[in-house]
């Protein structure tokens, strides 16, 4: 199941978005079953197709499922285990229980505020990465890439989850 394959692309981190987009519309277009049916093609075929086409889409749209897909492809996910330290895994259920007051409290603005906070501790993980990931997209496969973004995947997998604990909580507030 490669999703890359699927959209004709290589497999990379960096995607054009906008041509994954336009991709997605021409192939669901081709996948329509007012377009595609033929006497070959079963209804039960056409829904499978769809089905993957669009948890394809799902996958490489977004980044956190985009690396996993990835680890998964070349089969680093399971080669390399992260142990997280204490001092994040610490800062982790700290932020959780921060949300946790914000929305008992029905503080709106801390609550953005945190949210802004997780963003930007994406935002310099990635950055802190960007030259792994880089070399992951011209072609360079080695340990140190790997065991790179194996981290950084494990730490998103944190940050996605409290970003999910907010969407979950808002409409409490």
């Known amino acids: 199941m490669d999703f890359y394959h699927h959209f004709g692309f290589e497999r990379k981190y960096y995607l054009d978005l906008d041509s994954l987009r336009k991709k997605f519309y021409e192939i669901s277009r081709m996948l329509h079953p007012d377009l595609s049916a033929d006497s070959i093609t079963t209804e039960e075929e056409i829904n499978r197709q ?3 086409h669009n948890l394809a ?9 985009r690396l996993l897909h990835i680890l998964q492809l070349e089969g680093w996910l399971d ?14 259920m700290e932020l959780n229980e ?3 007051t914000a929305v008992q409290t029905g503080d709106s603005e801390y609550l953005n505020k945190l949210k802004s906070q997780i963003e930007r501790r994406i935002t310099e993980d990635e950055n802190s990465i ?6 992951y ?13 194996v981290a950084y995947y494990s730490r998103l997998k944190y940050y996605y989850r409290l ?10 507030l």
């Not at 997209?137 to 973004?149: H, K, P, Q, T, V």
């Not at 970003?163 to 409490?172: D, R, T, V």
């Open 50 to 52: 769809i089905a993957f």
């Open 57 to 65: 889409y799902a996958s490489l749209i977004h980044p956190e499922k």
């Open 79 to 92: 080669l390399y285990i992260v142990q997280e330290d204490a001092e994040f895994l610490l800062e982790m």
């Open 98 to 100: 921060e949300v946790e």
């Open 130 to 135: 960007a030259k792994d990931l880089r070399n």
């Open 137 to 149: 997209d011209e072609g360079l496969r080695n340990e140190s890439i790997a065991r790179s973004m």
């Open 163 to 172: 970003k999910q604990n907010f969407l979950a909580k808002e409409p409490e």
